[in-house]
Protein backbone atom coordinates (compact mmCIF):
# COMPACT_ATOMS: atom_id res chain seq x y z
CA UNK A 1 0.00 0.00 0.00
CA UNK A 2 2.74 2.58 0.50
CA UNK A 3 4.11 1.63 -2.90
CA UNK A 4 0.75 2.79 -4.15
CA UNK A 5 0.85 5.71 -2.26
CA UNK A 6 4.05 6.74 -3.42
CA UNK A 7 3.48 6.30 -7.09
CA UNK A 8 0.58 8.66 -6.69
CA UNK A 9 2.45 11.14 -5.05
CA UNK A 10 4.86 11.07 -7.64
CA UNK A 11 2.00 11.85 -10.48
CA UNK A 12 0.67 14.25 -8.45
CA UNK A 13 4.37 16.15 -7.99
CA UNK A 14 4.75 15.15 -11.82
CA UNK A 15 1.09 16.49 -12.59
CA UNK A 16 1.89 19.48 -10.38
CA UNK A 17 5.21 20.53 -11.78
CA UNK A 18 3.40 20.51 -14.96
CA UNK A 19 0.60 22.53 -14.36
CA UNK A 20 3.35 24.84 -12.69
CA UNK A 21 4.84 25.22 -15.95
CA UNK A 22 1.74 25.49 -17.90
CA UNK A 23 0.73 28.34 -15.90
CA UNK A 24 4.00 29.77 -16.06
CA UNK A 25 3.43 30.18 -20.36
CA UNK A 26 0.37 31.75 -20.02
CA UNK A 27 1.54 34.12 -17.40
CA UNK A 28 4.19 34.85 -20.06
CA UNK A 29 1.68 35.20 -22.57
CA UNK A 30 -0.52 37.28 -20.87
CA UNK A 31 2.43 39.49 -20.11
CA UNK A 32 3.47 39.76 -24.03
CA UNK A 33 -0.35 39.78 -24.58
CA UNK A 34 -0.64 43.32 -22.55
CA UNK A 35 2.40 44.58 -23.48
CA UNK A 36 0.95 44.54 -27.40
CA UNK A 37 -2.16 46.34 -25.65
CA UNK A 38 0.15 49.07 -24.21
CA UNK A 39 1.72 49.71 -27.22
CA UNK A 40 -1.50 49.88 -29.31
CA UNK A 41 -3.01 52.18 -27.18
CA UNK A 42 0.02 54.63 -27.60
CA UNK A 43 -0.31 54.10 -31.21
CA UNK A 44 -3.77 54.98 -31.10
CA UNK A 45 -3.28 58.08 -28.41
CA UNK A 46 -0.71 59.07 -30.74
CA UNK A 47 -2.94 58.99 -34.01
CA UNK A 48 -5.54 60.53 -31.66
CA UNK A 49 -2.99 63.68 -30.94
CA UNK A 50 -1.96 63.29 -34.88
CA UNK A 51 -5.86 63.95 -35.91
CA UNK A 52 -6.34 66.54 -33.70
CA UNK A 53 -3.58 68.65 -34.80
CA UNK A 54 -4.68 68.43 -38.27
CA UNK A 55 -8.12 69.35 -37.35
CA UNK A 56 -6.79 72.29 -35.63
CA UNK A 57 -4.72 73.20 -38.89
CA UNK A 58 -7.83 73.20 -40.88
CA UNK A 59 -9.77 75.48 -38.19
CA UNK A 60 -6.94 77.77 -38.37
CA UNK A 61 -7.06 77.55 -42.32
CA UNK A 62 -10.72 78.03 -42.88
CA UNK A 63 -10.62 81.06 -40.34
CA UNK A 64 -7.70 82.30 -42.30
CA UNK A 65 -9.67 81.96 -45.49
CA UNK A 66 -12.89 83.25 -44.36
CA UNK A 67 -10.86 86.56 -43.46
CA UNK A 68 -8.88 87.20 -46.34
CA UNK A 69 -12.54 86.52 -48.30
CA UNK A 70 -15.63 87.85 -46.33
CA UNK A 71 -14.56 89.65 -43.11
CA UNK A 72 -11.37 90.69 -42.07
CA UNK A 73 -12.46 91.81 -38.11
CA UNK A 74 -15.92 90.15 -37.51
CA UNK A 75 -16.44 87.40 -34.99
CA UNK A 76 -15.81 84.04 -36.50
CA UNK A 77 -18.25 81.37 -35.20
CA UNK A 78 -18.10 78.72 -38.07
CA UNK A 79 -16.17 79.96 -40.71
CA UNK A 80 -17.59 77.14 -43.34
CA UNK A 81 -21.52 77.94 -42.33
CA UNK A 82 -21.16 81.57 -42.46
CA UNK A 83 -19.16 81.47 -45.69
CA UNK A 84 -22.15 79.53 -47.04
CA UNK A 85 -24.56 82.35 -45.31
CA UNK A 86 -22.39 85.00 -47.20
CA UNK A 87 -22.28 83.33 -50.59
CA UNK A 88 -26.25 82.56 -50.57
CA UNK A 89 -27.04 86.00 -49.52
CA UNK A 90 -24.86 87.21 -52.32
CA UNK A 91 -26.69 84.91 -54.88
CA UNK A 92 -29.66 86.31 -53.29
CA UNK A 93 -29.76 89.68 -55.16
CA UNK A 94 -29.27 88.02 -58.60
CA UNK A 95 -32.39 85.38 -58.33
CA UNK A 96 -35.39 88.04 -58.91
CA UNK A 97 -32.80 88.78 -62.50
CA UNK A 98 -32.31 85.14 -63.10
CA UNK A 99 -36.35 84.51 -62.41
CA UNK A 100 -37.36 86.82 -64.54
CA UNK A 101 -34.96 86.05 -67.34
CA UNK A 102 -36.07 82.20 -67.02
CA UNK A 103 -39.83 83.32 -67.12
CA UNK A 104 -39.25 85.95 -70.19
CA UNK A 105 -37.06 82.16 -71.73
CA UNK A 106 -40.34 80.40 -70.80
CA UNK A 107 -42.46 82.64 -72.31
CA UNK A 108 -40.67 83.29 -75.65
CA UNK A 109 -39.48 79.55 -76.30
CA UNK A 110 -43.65 78.42 -75.47
CA UNK A 111 -44.15 81.42 -78.54
CA UNK A 112 -41.85 79.65 -80.57
CA UNK A 113 -43.58 76.54 -80.40
CA UNK A 114 -47.05 77.24 -80.82
CA UNK A 115 -48.48 80.00 -78.75
CA UNK A 116 -51.40 77.70 -76.93
CA UNK A 117 -49.00 74.57 -77.60
CA UNK A 118 -47.20 74.62 -74.24
CA UNK A 119 -49.09 74.01 -70.78
CA UNK A 120 -46.35 74.29 -67.58
CA UNK A 121 -48.04 72.58 -65.02
CA UNK A 122 -45.75 73.56 -62.89
CA UNK A 123 -42.43 75.49 -62.18
CA UNK A 124 -40.20 74.64 -59.44
CA UNK A 125 -37.59 77.27 -59.36
CA UNK A 126 -33.90 77.58 -57.05
CA UNK A 127 -30.71 78.76 -57.19
CA UNK A 128 -29.49 76.59 -59.42
CA UNK A 129 -32.14 75.86 -62.37
CA UNK A 130 -35.59 75.23 -62.68
CA UNK A 131 -37.74 71.55 -63.12
CA UNK A 132 -40.98 72.10 -65.00
CA UNK A 133 -43.80 69.34 -65.51
CA UNK A 134 -46.57 69.94 -68.32
CA UNK A 135 -47.97 69.39 -71.74
CA UNK A 136 -47.93 69.50 -75.25
CA UNK A 137 -49.91 68.07 -78.33
CA UNK A 138 -47.05 66.37 -79.83
CA UNK A 139 -43.04 65.44 -79.79
CA UNK A 140 -42.53 68.22 -82.36
CA UNK A 141 -43.66 71.05 -80.32
CA UNK A 142 -41.90 69.59 -77.26
CA UNK A 143 -38.53 68.96 -79.29
CA UNK A 144 -38.79 72.81 -80.62
CA UNK A 145 -39.75 73.90 -77.08
CA UNK A 146 -37.02 72.62 -75.57
CA UNK A 147 -34.43 73.56 -78.18
CA UNK A 148 -35.44 77.47 -78.01
CA UNK A 149 -35.18 77.02 -74.23
CA UNK A 150 -31.21 75.31 -75.03
CA UNK A 151 -30.50 78.44 -76.17
CA UNK A 152 -30.11 80.24 -72.76
CA UNK A 153 -30.11 77.00 -70.54
CA UNK A 154 -28.87 73.70 -69.83
CA UNK A 155 -31.75 71.71 -70.39
CA UNK A 156 -32.84 68.21 -69.80
CA UNK A 157 -35.67 66.07 -70.82
CA UNK A 158 -37.03 63.68 -67.91
CA UNK A 159 -40.24 61.77 -68.15
CA UNK A 160 -42.48 62.27 -71.13
CA UNK A 161 -45.64 60.45 -71.20
CA UNK A 162 -48.59 59.55 -73.55
CA UNK A 163 -51.83 61.29 -72.44
CA UNK A 164 -55.25 59.17 -73.06
CA UNK A 165 -57.11 62.00 -75.69
CA UNK A 166 -53.85 62.82 -77.15
CA UNK A 167 -50.74 65.18 -76.31
CA UNK A 168 -47.79 64.16 -74.19
CA UNK A 169 -46.67 65.12 -70.44
CA UNK A 170 -43.21 65.69 -69.74
CA UNK A 171 -40.50 66.67 -67.47
CA UNK A 172 -37.95 69.18 -68.15
CA UNK A 173 -35.06 70.31 -65.76
CA UNK A 174 -33.41 73.77 -66.26
CA UNK A 175 -29.44 74.99 -64.71
CA UNK A 176 -27.91 77.90 -65.16
Not at 135 to 140: L, T
Request: with cysteine.
Amino acid sequence: MSETAGTALDTFDRQAGQIAQVSEAIETECTTLASHVDEMADGVTHSAEHVERALERIRNQSVALYRSVFDPTGKIVDPVSQARGKLNAARGGEKGLILEEMLARLGASAKAAGESSVLIESLRYNAEGSDLLGSVPDMEKLQAFQKELSAAFRTQLGDIQQVPGGGLRFSMNLRW
